[in-house]
């Protein structure tokens, strides 16, 4: 057990504070996220949205108008940071952000972006008036062939985002010279550069280039295998999207971000040989240059999961589909059946080995020191906002990874990536009151990362009913839609 005493949250006033205003949680055990001690019978005074006072209780007395919350026996950690999530423009963009916030998240990165959306940030018009986490950075539109093909439109896109007030830029895939012009411009403009890693170029090569941060693994195995540089070349086309704007085009890209997998050649042979040649020194020499080049890691192994297990009943039976809007459920079911139906047994049973090479790196970055982020991806098949970030720890913890390591990814690695510890991060006097108070304590188990008994956003106070209040208006209007 900690001493409070000889933490940096020692008491701030004089035997007897009273504490006349604002809202204040008696009792509770503040877990340390640098190094997890816990400092017990605390409370925690929070006033204009922020943490105004933390002192042992036997310290503080409580009175006037102060709102006096009894956490004996619970534990507070900061509030979760999805930090890779598409709730803006999500067919339910409401239900999607009051479900996040249900679930503990307190802000999340979103990775998709518009010039539209960049104009309704600035215009204070681009999240719903409802409970909502905050919107902590986002990116124009993702850079893919359409808008940065060759190099000029590479740069130019780059440029009339950083013009329009994009966060960061967001690669999905082009050509290897356009990439890296498009890196190279956004280091020049002082944009984080992050996202996917083409087929065609080295995931080394864009780390030591300044890569910000990679999602989904992505370029990882590929480096990982004996046969890296015949893999480092273009796969066989995808099939050719309908034209922008004809009558099938949305529905089929919708399809295709569901479930990539699906999207692919029938023989996934690219997939078999990284599988086959897959090195385990290789792998921690990646991990090696990965923390040598400071380069985040965003694994998002749910959104992996699903994809690449993408019919497991698990979540095809998940009690939580009654939160998405029917047309998402409806799609989803028919990915998997999909999935079952066109994918033989052999070629199911490599995807799962993939996921299995794909969880392994994740304990070795660890290991290495790799900085690493927690994200859900909600906006892929299966993945479901706020529950898929609880389903993230999980298999973070199935992954090797200690409880607090977990808590570590989902809340003071997010302040660090964003440069904001001074006012987020960890609970401590004068950081933003965004704070998740638990039913049990979550270094025992990562499980217990979502035994959520409260949530406090922005100094508002939602406790577990109204927490699952949020959750069935979501669930009734979607039930009414039927």
Same mark, same amino acid.
């Given at each position: 057990?900690?001493?409070?005493?000889?933490?940096?949250?020692?008491?701030?006033?004089?035997?007897?504070?009273?504490?006349?205003?604002?809202?204040?949680?008696?009792?509770?055990?503040?877990?340390?996220?640098?190094?997890?001690?816990?400092?017990?019978?605390?409370?925690?005074?929070?006033?204009?949205?922020?943490?105004?006072?933390?002192?042992?209780?036997?310290?503080?007395?409580?009175?006037?108008?102060?709102?006096?919350?009894?956490?004996?026996?619970?534990?507070?950690?900061?509030?979760?940071?999805?930090?890779?999530?598409?709730?803006?423009?999500?067919?339910?963009?409401?239900?999607?952000?009051?479900?996040?916030?249900?679930?503990?998240?307190?802000?999340?990165?979103?990775?998709?972006?518009?010039?539209?959306?960049?104009?309704?940030?600035?215009?204070?018009?681009?999240?719903?008036?409802?409970?909502?986490?905050?919107?902590?950075?986002?990116?124009?539109?993702?850079?893919?062939?359409?808008?940065?093909?060759?190099?000029?439109?590479?740069?130019?896109?780059?440029?009339?985002?950083?013009?329009?007030?994009?966060?960061?830029?967001?690669?999905?895939?082009?050509?290897?010279?356009?990439?890296?012009?498009?890196?190279?411009?956004?280091?020049?403009?002082?944009?984080?550069?992050?996202?996917?890693?083409?087929?065609?170029?080295?995931?080394?090569?864009?780390?030591?280039?300044?890569?910000?941060?990679?999602?989904?693994?992505?370029?990882?195995?590929?480096?990982?295998?004996?046969?890296?540089?015949?893999?480092?070349?273009?796969?066989?086309?995808?099939?050719?999207?309908?034209?922008?704007?004809?009558?099938?085009?949305?529905?089929?890209?919708?399809?295709?971000?569901?479930?990539?997998?699906?999207?692919?050649?029938?023989?996934?042979?690219?997939?078999?040989?990284?599988?086959?040649?897959?090195?385990?020194?290789?792998?921690?020499?990646?991990?090696?240059?990965?923390?040598?080049?400071?380069?985040?890691?965003?694994?998002?192994?749910?959104?992996?999961?699903?994809?690449?297990?993408?019919?497991?009943?698990?979540?095809?039976?998940?009690?939580?589909?009654?939160?998405?809007?029917?047309?998402?459920?409806?799609?989803?079911? !028919? /990915?998997?059946?999909?999935?079952?139906? #066109?994918?033989?047994? *052999?070629?199911? $049973? &490599? @995807? +799962?080995?993939?996921? !299995? /090479?794909?969880?392994?790196?994740?304990? #070795?970055?660890?290991? *290495?020191?790799? $900085? &690493? @982020? +927690?994200?859900?991806?909600?906006?892929?098949?299966?993945?479901?906002?706020?529950?898929?970030?609880?389903?993230?720890?999980? @298999?973070?913890?199935?992954?090797?990874?200690?409880?607090?390591?977990?808590?570590?990814?989902?809340?003071?690695?997010?302040?660090?990536?964003?440069?904001?510890?001074?006012?987020?991060?960890?609970?401590?006097?004068?950081?933003?009151?965004?704070?998740?108070?638990?039913?049990?304590?979550?270094?025992?188990?990562?499980?217990?990362?979502?035994?959520?008994?409260?949530?406090?956003?922005?100094?508002?106070?939602?406790?577990?009913?109204?927490?699952?209040?949020?959750?069935?208006?979501?669930?009734?209007?979607?039930?009414?839609?039927?």
């Amino acid at each position: 057990m900690v001493d409070p005493s000889k933490t940096a949250m020692q008491r701030q006033g004089d035997p007897g504070d009273e504490v006349t205003h604002g809202l204040v949680l008696v009792g509770v055990t503040i877990v340390d996220t640098h190094d997890g001690s816990q400092a017990r019978d605390m409370t925690v005074v929070i006033e204009d949205g922020k943490i105004a006072k933390i002192d042992l209780t036997d310290n503080m007395a409580v009175g006037g108008a102060a709102r006096a919350i009894d956490a004996h026996g619970k534990f507070v950690v900061p509030g979760y940071l999805d930090m890779h999530a598409h709730p803006l423009g999500a067919r339910d963009e409401e239900g999607s952000l009051a479900f996040m916030l249900a679930h503990g998240v307190t802000g999340f990165r979103q990775m998709s972006g518009s010039p539209e959306m960049l104009a309704a940030r600035r215009e204070g018009r681009l999240l719903p008036s409802v409970p909502s986490p905050e919107l902590l950075v986002m990116p124009g539109m993702v850079l893919t062939p359409f808008n940065a093909g060759s190099i000029e439109a590479a740069v130019g896109e780059v440029q009339s985002q950083k013009a329009a007030g994009a966060d960061f830029i967001k690669m999905v895939e082009v050509g290897s010279a356009a990439f890296f012009a498009a890196l190279r411009e956004a280091t020049q403009l002082d944009l984080p550069f992050a996202g996917h890693i083409p087929a065609s170029v080295s995931v080394v090569d864009a780390a030591q280039a300044g890569m910000r941060s990679v999602e989904h693994l992505f370029g990882s195995l590929e480096t990982c295998s004996t046969d890296e540089a015949a893999l480092l070349r273009p796969p066989e086309a995808p099939p050719r999207l309908p034209p922008i704007g004809a009558p099938d085009q949305a529905a089929l890209v919708e399809r295709a971000l569901a479930n990539p997998i699906l999207m692919r050649p029938p023989t996934y042979d690219r997939e078999q040989r990284i599988v086959d040649t897959y090195g385990e020194e290789k792998s921690h020499r990646l991990a090696a240059q990965f923390a040598s080049a400071g380069t985040w890691q965003v694994p998002t192994l749910i959104r992996l999961r699903t994809m690449e297990v993408g019919d497991d009943p698990l979540y095809r039976s998940d009690p939580n589909l009654r939160f998405m809007p029917l047309a998402t459920r409806q799609l989803w079911e !028919s /990915l998997a059946l999909q999935f079952t139906a #066109r994918l033989p047994a *052999a070629t199911r $049973k &490599m @995807l +799962a080995r993939l996921f !299995s /090479l794909q969880s392994g790196l994740v304990k #070795r970055f660890q290991q *290495a020191g790799v $900085k &690493m @982020l +927690a994200g859900s991806d909600f906006g892929g098949g299966w993945c479901i906002p706020g529950a898929g970030l609880h389903q993230e720890f999980e @298999l973070l913890g199935e992954a090797g990874l200690s409880p607090l390591e977990v808590l570590r990814m989902t809340t003071l690695n997010g302040a660090m990536f964003l440069e904001r510890e001074a006012i987020m991060g960890s609970v401590a006097q004068g950081k933003n009151a965004d704070l998740v108070l638990l039913d049990a304590d979550p270094l025992a188990d990562v499980k217990n990362l979502k035994r959520i008994h409260a949530v406090v956003r922005g100094g508002s106070y939602y406790s577990s009913e109204m927490l699952d209040a949020l959750k069935q208006k979501t669930a009734q209007r979607h039930s009414a839609s039927r």
